[in-house]
């Protein structure tokens, strides 16, 4: 498997996590509530796959490896897929200090959430566009063959780490949740 096909694979999993939260704004929208499980369990989901799993191997161990190689040529484009990272880490704590609020039935609490929903939804599925179709191969090209298998290497040591802590099969598990809470 190609290096990249790994990420565009993980990627597949953070969409489908994306289109549960599509479904949440469009009812929180018409006024219909999903339950706070829902976004508690869509806070996990993102923090712990889309964040600690796969932005990391991203950020610190891709992008660091590239920018290196590099020298600076690449600052504009990978400081941009960095700040869409940081955005979206902010988007979830913001969703995730309004999921009490929102339960009450706030509707300031309600309005934050939707705020913070819609804006992650947005930025994250475009960030994930540019990945697929910009980025990824561009490192594809730059990278040779000897770079790409130390970093796979890389990445399958860190995955193994954070398996220890959480197996890979309790994201199906939370997608799956996320599914039933949004289509009860
Ligand atoms: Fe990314
Ligand atoms: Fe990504």
Redesign the pocket.
Known sequence: MKLTER?VK??VR?LRGIKFLSLARDKIERNQHPPKQFFETAVLFFRNY?DKY??FK?EYLMFGFLAQKKAGQLDLEIGA?RHQHERGREFISRLERSINGYAMGNEIAVTSLLENLSAFISVLGH??HM??VIFFPLVEKELSQAEKTSLMDQFVREEARLDQSNPAQIYDALLAKMEKLITL
């Open positions: 990420l993980e990627h953070i889309a796969h932005h991203e897929l960030h994930i990945e697929d």
